[in-house]
């Protein structure tokens, strides 16, 4: 009766901030629209249309954006913007990507052209990634992907950084103070000129988290704080930038690291545990690059090193339960050519080579392994115009790994222009993926599986783009269907030999398919007031079409915690100095058992949208500028899950000022 | 603007409906024979469930934690124990116990603060022993009041492992056997009228389950750990051992990478049970391990097939569980002491434990 009481409570509160938003927002417009025009920059939602781009499905996360989440990650960015989903265990803890409905390890992720995936679990925990530290960043969808690497059944994620070739003398300090003992810092400074650039990052994000949620987990129900939740992040970027006539030269250097404490699940009432999550990680890149008229050439050659360390104990009876270090070290070398002898046509080749030397030991478990690869790929592209409105790109790769050799990955584009201001466009991408097993899936003690098969994927895309444009008004969206199949999908669980530990084997044969839709708005209203609204949606089915035991009820079935529905709403008005924004991400349903059981006592994450809203002002006292915005986080007070009996924080708050110069 | 605000209006209302709150349903169970199964869910998921089946009518009623208390039962249920018509849950990774009416399954109380808890054993109606995992302690609670009462450390300081992490219970006498499973070799003697742990047994590497037959022997099923296990790998292994001389009378292996679990024992105690892929049954004068299995699994595949096993007290019918992809609900499978099939039916994730509920 308690949880009862509990529920009709929230929704009662709820309905009554409804009224008052509408209210608030209704007098908001009426004195908004008494003012001035500003302008604001362009936004285009589907990809640039280069030559070395046409016949992709590309994504570029506009920079608008990205200085609106500034303070956040980039699991919080890609999860508010993009068709992707992030499976969050919660604020300031582990983050995973499913792109179209695929698993963690089937989305690639580049930072400046090189493959930063852990080589253990195959897989990048995106809550690790400040976006203060990111200048842009692009998605590709399905097949597309083959154009940085293979791998990626899902789709890539491509995040870079740029010099600033006008900048002289540039300082940017960002102060946030949030609910929970929550303070992040943020600070860069640059200098140089045309020819030079130098540019440092520092950033630190600390929480204690302690947030309030009432425990529905345990008997009796109760409410109570979220404990050992608490997190301190740190890092900094440095780049440095020269050029000299026809060569360009420049230097990255990336540390990080990140300290976690990890919550017990809501039904926890065991004694004392301490458990902590610290990731290390250090990635250095050198690039140089030759650039004539036509041609490009370029090498770059990167490093990432990262530790995990993973501690368990109890400490009433003094037993470390787990005390584990991972290192991994990753070394790569890439050489790419691009020769562009017409406007129409542009032929790359590019050679990677990398290698992985993993090393993981649990002190208390006394298990552990050590292994390495070497992998080697080799990519040829075409990107070819043959008329105005029609683009065609063919490539493929061929790849090395351990002693397997897998000679022919290819991916097929057009793109076919419907009309002749090229506003609107048919996008066709054909592809063959695959995707190799991380070494923990091989090499893990116990059950790691030495003769797994890598995962081999058929994908394919058709996508319609639009935009259209006005003086008042531009418009552009794109809507995307895409299917595929991958085979040999790999999955832990037990065997039916009645080992107590669990194996990976090659089991599933999964079929995804689903529609990614993206729309922009951008429109000025009564001259005073810009408005910006963005949309995503994105339906993602997954299922299991190869469960074999008769009474398997898995077959067909979505995939367990990967939504078929997502979809992200952002809005923004600006007058004059003042802005409000408003960003609405939605989580559609997840099922928890893979025959997708649903009964009132099983348990079903049911959908949920959160708002956060954020109202700001600028301030301009050349050459400074100062910012000043409020955050509400979770304004409607949403209960809800992301991850099964692992609280969320309900409504909370956030001030952020932002202090700039530039000569 | 008109569209932004209308949209946002829409988007809180949706995101304003709840879902109805789930009544609570009362069950009565009294009177009525059946077998509490305990579902183990999956790790760190917290999704473990209790259903009950009535041997009788042939029903099974899932969830039954859940519908009449509200709540959740936890994260990886291991065990269940009926003493007095109370039903007392494992609860692994919550570190708890819950106390049930087993009769209504009404919750009654908890016991927390455990570290790893696996097994419980009842020596008198004050008394009762919890074996854990981690904690190298027995806790000693009375079942009456719920309150933890005492403690038996059996920490082993020699050992570079973990030692012991202690399991199943049986009584002899005065005496409690406790096998150490993971990263372990022993059977521990405990006297429980002064709660000392008093000798230890050597077996093979890794015992998961025991039993005790009509001739007061202790028969000991171990699994030899795994490959690259730091502790050693060996094969599995069937142990004989005298409960009043504690020495080992006979020892049966099996061929590395079979993986036998469960040791069960019939109502008349002189026949042995277990599953090693498939079911076997052995007699305990037996010389050697059966080469037919009695009850065959049908699973070809690598995964699925028979996860759990447990032989009615009374009708000597056997239970098994099958947790299938171990990542939806599993199920029972009933058979006459015979081997026929008498029953089928659906439970929760991972059956992994049963107690049978005399009336």
């Given at each position: 009766m308690k949880s009862k009481s509990k529920i009709l409570t929230t929704t009662h509160f709820k309905a009554i901030l409804c009224c008052l938003m509408v209210l608030f927002y209704a007098e908001d417009i009426v004195a908004q629209k008494l003012n001035d025009t500003i302008s604001i920059q362009e936004v285009?939602?589907?990809?640039?249309?280069?030559?070395?781009?046409?016949?992709?499905?590309?994504?570029?996360?506009?920079?608008?954006?990205?200085?609106?989440?500034?303070?956040?990650?980039?699991?919080?960015?890609?999860?508010?913007?993009?068709?992707?989903?992030?499976?969050?265990?919660?604020?300031?803890?582990?983050?995973?990507?499913?792109?179209?409905?695929?698993?963690?390890?089937?989305?690639?992720?580049?930072?400046?052209?090189?493959?930063?995936?852990?080589?253990?679990?195959?897989?990048?925990?995106?809550?690790?990634?400040?976006?203060?530290?990111?200048?842009?960043?692009?998605?590709?969808?399905?097949?597309?992907?083959?154009?940085?690497?293979?791998?990626?059944?899902?789709?890539?994620?491509?995040?870079?950084?740029?010099?600033?070739?006008?900048?002289?003398?540039?300082?940017?300090?960002?102060?946030?103070?949030?609910?929970?003992?929550?303070?992040?810092?943020?600070?860069?400074?640059?200098?140089?000129?045309?020819?030079?650039?130098?540019?440092?990052?520092?950033?630190?994000?600390?929480?204690?988290?302690?947030?309030?949620?009432?425990?529905?987990?345990?008997?009796?129900?109760?409410?109570?704080?979220?404990?050992?939740?608490?997190?301190?992040?740190?890092?900094?970027?440095?780049?440095?930038?020269?050029?000299?006539?026809?060569?360009?030269?420049?230097?990255?250097?990336?540390?990080?690291?990140?300290?976690?404490?990890?919550?017990?699940?809501?039904?926890?009432?065991?004694?004392?545990?301490?458990?902590?999550?610290?990731?290390?990680?250090?990635?250095?890149?050198?690039?140089?690059?030759?650039?004539?008229?036509?041609?490009?050439?370029?090498?770059?050659?990167?490093?990432?090193?990262?530790?995990?360390?993973?501690?368990?104990?109890?400490?009433?009876?003094?037993?470390?339960?787990?005390?584990?270090?991972?290192?991994?070290?990753?070394?790569?070398?890439?050489?790419?050519?691009?020769?562009?002898?017409?406007?129409?046509?542009?032929?790359?080749?590019?050679?990677?080579?990398?290698?992985?030397?993993?090393?993981?030991?649990?002190?208390?478990?006394?298990?552990?392994?050590?292994?390495?690869?070497?992998?080697?790929?080799?990519?040829?592209?075409?990107?070819?115009?043959?008329?105005?409105?029609?683009?065609?790109?063919?490539?493929?790769?061929?790849?090395?790994?351990?002693?397997?050799?897998?000679?022919?990955?290819?991916?097929?584009?057009?793109?076919?222009?419907?009309?002749?201001?090229?506003?609107?466009?048919?996008?066709?991408?054909?592809?063959?993926?695959?995707?190799?097993?991380?070494?923990?899936?091989?090499?893990?003690?116990?059950?790691?599986?030495?003769?797994?098969?890598?995962?081999?994927?058929?994908?394919?895309?058709?996508?319609?783009?639009?935009?259209?444009?006005?003086?008042?008004?531009?418009?552009?969206?794109?809507?995307?269907?895409?299917?595929?199949?991958?085979?040999?999908?790999?999955?832990?669980?037990?065997?039916?030999?009645?080992?107590?530990?669990?194996?990976?084997?090659?089991?599933?044969?999964?079929?995804?398919?689903?529609?990614?839709?993206?729309?922009?708005?951008?429109?000025?209203?009564?001259?005073?007031v810009s408005f910006d609204l963005r949309g995503n949606y994105s339906h993602a089915a997954t299922s299991n079409i190869d469960a074999v035991p008769s009474v398997d009820e898995s077959r067909g079935k979505q995939l367990i915690y990967i939504p078929k529905h997502k979809a992200n709403l952002f809005a923004e008005a600006a007058f004059k100095n003042y802005y409000l924004k408003i960003n609405a991400p939605f989580t559609g349903k997840r099922y928890t058992s893979s025959n997708n059981v649903e009964s009132d006592y099983e348990k079903v994450l049911n959908p949920y949208w959160l708002f956060n809203l954020t109202g700001g002002r600028r301030f301009e006292f050349k050459p400074f500028r100062v910012d000043a915005s409020l955050s509400i986080e979770n304004l409607a007070n949403t209960d809800y899950m992301a991850i099964l009996w692992r609280p969320m924080p309900g409504r909370y708050y956030s001030l952020t000022f932002q202090f700039s110069y530039k000569k | 603007m008109k569209v932004f605000l209308t949209i946002l209006i829409c988007l809180i209302i949706f995101s304003a409906c709840k879902e109805n709150p789930v009544d609570t349903v009362f069950f009565d169970f009294s009177g009525n024979r059946g077998v509490y199964i305990v579902n183990e869910g999956n790790f760190m998921y917290g999704n473990s469930s209790l259903s009950f089946y009535d041997t009788d009518s042939k029903r099974v009623y899932n969830q039954v934690f859940q519908a009449r208390n509200g709540a959740p039962l936890g994260d990886v249920a291991q065990s269940i124990a009926i003493w007095n018509n109370l039903g007392f849950v494992v609860v692994n990774n919550s570190g708890k116990i819950y106390v049930i009416d087993s009769r209504t399954a009404e919750f009654k109380g908890t016991i927390s603060g455990l570290s790893s808890p696996r097994h419980i054993h009842f020596v008198h109606s004050q008394k009762a022993y919890v074996t854990d995992l981690y904690a190298r302690k027995i806790t000693i609670f009375d079942p009456q009041t719920l309150q933890i009462t005492g403690k038996i450390p059996v920490g082993n300081s020699k050992s570079e492992f973990n030692q012991h992490s202690t399991e199943q219970l049986i009584s002899y006498k005065n005496l409690v056997f406790i096998n150490c499973w993971s990263y372990d070799n022993k059977i521990l003697v405990i006297n429980s009228d002064t709660d000392q742990l008093i000798d230890s047994i050597e077996v093979f590497k890794q015992p998961n389950s025991m039993v005790l037959d009509k001739e007061n022997k202790l028969w000991v099923l171990t699994d030899g750990g795994f490959e690259g296990n730091p502790y050693g790998y060996e094969q599995p292994g069937l142990l004989k051992i005298d409960a009043e001389t504690r020495e080992v009378e006979r020892s049966f292996r099996f061929a590395r990478g079979e993986h036998p679990l469960n040791l069960c024992i019939n109502p008349t105690r002189d026949t042995l049970y277990f599953l090693n892929r498939h079911v076997w049954k052995m007699a305990t004068g037996e010389k050697r391990i059966p080469e037919q299995p009695f009850i065959e699994s049908k699973y070809t595949s690598s995964y699925g097939g028979f996860y759990s096993l447990a032989i009615d007290p009374e009708t000597s019918e056997i239970y098994l569980g099958d947790a299938i992809d171990h990542r939806q609900n599993g199920l029972v499978y009933r058979y006459s002491r015979n081997g026929k099939l008498i029953d089928e039916f659906k439970v929760g994730i991972s059956p992994g434990d049963f107690a049978f509920k005399k009336d």
């Open positions: 285009q939602v589907f990809g640039k249309k280069k030559i070395e781009e046409s016949g992709l499905l590309i994504t570029h996360i506009d920079t608008m954006q990205l200085q609106m989440m500034k303070t956040l990650t980039v699991s919080e960015l890609l999860s508010s913007y993009s068709p992707i989903f992030i499976k969050s265990y919660g604020r300031g803890s582990t983050a995973s990507a499913s792109f179209r409905g695929t698993a963690p390890s089937h989305t690639q992720v580049y930072w400046n052209g090189i493959k930063i995936n852990s080589p253990m679990r195959g897989d990048v925990d995106f809550s690790l990634f400040p976006v203060y530290f990111i200048d842009d960043i692009s998605l590709q969808h399905g097949g597309s992907s083959l154009q940085s690497g293979s791998g990626a059944l899902g789709g890539s994620v491509l995040i870079n950084n740029k010099p600033d070739w006008t900048d002289r003398l540039s300082i940017r300090y960002v102060q946030t103070i949030e609910s929970y003992a929550t303070a992040k810092e943020y600070l860069n400074v640059g200098f140089g000129n045309g020819k030079f650039q130098f540019k440092t990052r520092v950033f630190s994000d600390r929480s204690k988290n302690n947030f309030p949620y009432f425990n529905y987990g345990v008997l009796p129900m109760r409410e109570t704080t979220q404990t050992n939740a608490g997190y301190s992040k740190m890092g900094l970027l440095q780049e440095v930038y020269t050029r000299l006539a026809k060569h360009t030269f420049s230097a990255k250097l990336w540390a990080h690291q990140s300290n976690r404490d990890l919550p017990q699940l809501m039904s926890f009432e065991g004694d004392t545990r301490v458990e902590t999550q610290d990731d290390q990680n250090i990635r250095g890149i050198i690039n140089w690059k030759y650039i004539t008229e036509k041609s490009k050439l370029e090498w770059v050659g990167g490093v990432n090193l990262n530790e995990l360390n993973y501690f368990r104990s109890s400490t009433e009876a003094s037993f470390v339960n787990f005390d584990s270090r991972s290192k991994e070290k990753s070394f790569s070398n890439q050489i790419n050519f691009d020769w562009k002898p017409r406007e129409t046509l542009s032929l790359n080749w590019s050679f990677n080579t990398s290698y992985h030397q993993v090393s993981v030991f649990d002190r208390a478990q006394q298990l552990g392994y050590d292994q390495d690869r070497i992998e080697l790929s080799l990519l040829n592209s075409i990107h070819w115009q043959p008329k105005p409105q029609v683009s065609l790109s063919f490539l493929f790769r061929s790849e090395l790994y351990d002693s397997q050799l897998i000679e022919f990955i290819p991916s097929i584009g057009m793109e076919y222009f419907t009309d002749k201001k090229q506003q609107s466009s048919l996008k066709l991408n054909l592809a063959r993926n695959y995707h190799q097993p991380g070494l923990n899936d091989l090499y893990w003690i116990p059950g790691g599986n030495p003769d797994l098969k890598p995962e081999d994927g058929y994908s394919g895309d058709l996508a319609f783009a639009f935009s259209k444009k006005n003086k008042k008004m531009t418009f552009s969206g794109q809507l995307t269907g895409f299917a595929s199949l991958i085979e040999n999908w790999i999955v832990w669980q037990p065997s039916a030999g009645g080992a107590y530990y669990w194996e990976a084997n090659n089991l599933r044969k999964v079929f995804a398919r689903g529609v990614e839709i993206q729309t922009s708005v951008h429109t000025t209203i009564a001259n005073a | -």
